[in-house]
């Protein structure tokens, strides 16, 4: 796993993620069980080793495919995670990251047949391998943090929505409520959205706009 140079170790590097998800207005998380120690049984954020010429993004863009089915996602380095006992076998650095993945884009996200993999809500969590439960809270707070400041929610959105479903996802994310009135106008005030000329008839009220946002780049405002 690990080599000598010159009397220094070289560490492992490893990329964890968390790639969350928003169900059932629950912030959700993926969570793979461990098959193998240390740590066997336990529940963990999915990840792995550094492949030989492979870039850190390209190792978490593999983890991404292999674990959730999707590829074409928000997803951002997050921090990195070096304590040199992290790791009880050797020397092993991590580097996080988040992915967003609209529930609806999950290939049978809540398939009875997978038993190694889970969607746990963030403020339920079970016992977790490693340091992962440190990370996966830092992650937490940085994606509250930035739907503040920026448009990454629409990570979590499907592509077209109502203004409603626009503020369910908010507070899920921030776990508050918020006024209605005021919502719309500071989302509509960003310049972020566009109407999309279509209508959606929710439940026994008027039909209701849709809208969609006008770039799937980060960007952020005031």
Request: charged residues 25%; hydrophobic residues 40%.
């Amino acid at each position: 796993m690990n080599t000598k140079y010159e009397g220094f170790e070289t560490p492992g590097i490893t990329v964890d993620l968390s790639i969350f998800t928003v169900n059932e207005t629950r912030l959700k998380v993926m969570l793979v069980r461990r098959a193998e120690v240390p740590f066997q049984g336990y529940w963990s954020l999915p990840g792995g080793f550094l492949k030989t010429s492979e870039s850190l993004d390209a190792a978490a863009q593999r983890v991404l495919c292999e674990k959730s089915g999707v590829s074409d996602v928000y997803m951002e380095q997050l921090y990195t995670f070096g304590d040199p006992k992290r790791d009880p076998r050797s020397r092993v650095i991590t580097v996080a990251y988040i992915a967003l993945i609209p529930w609806q884009s999950l290939p049978q996200p809540a398939s009875e047949k997978v038993t190694d993999l889970t969607w746990a809500s963030v403020d339920a969590l079970p016992k977790l391998a490693f340091d992962h439960r440190e990370i996966l809270s830092y992650a937490v707070k940085r994606l509250r943090a930035k739907v503040s400041y920026s448009n990454i929610v629409y990570g979590l959105m499907p592509k077209q929505f109502r203004l409603s479903e626009l503020q369910s996802m908010y507070e899920t994310i921030i776990d508050d409520k918020l006024d209605k009135r005021n919502f719309r106008k500071q989302m509509l005030a960003t310049g972020l959205l566009k109407e999309t000329g279509k209508k959606e008839l929710a439940g026994a009220h008027r039909p209701a706009m849709l809208y969609q946002f006008k770039s799937k780049e980060i960007v952020f405002f005031n």
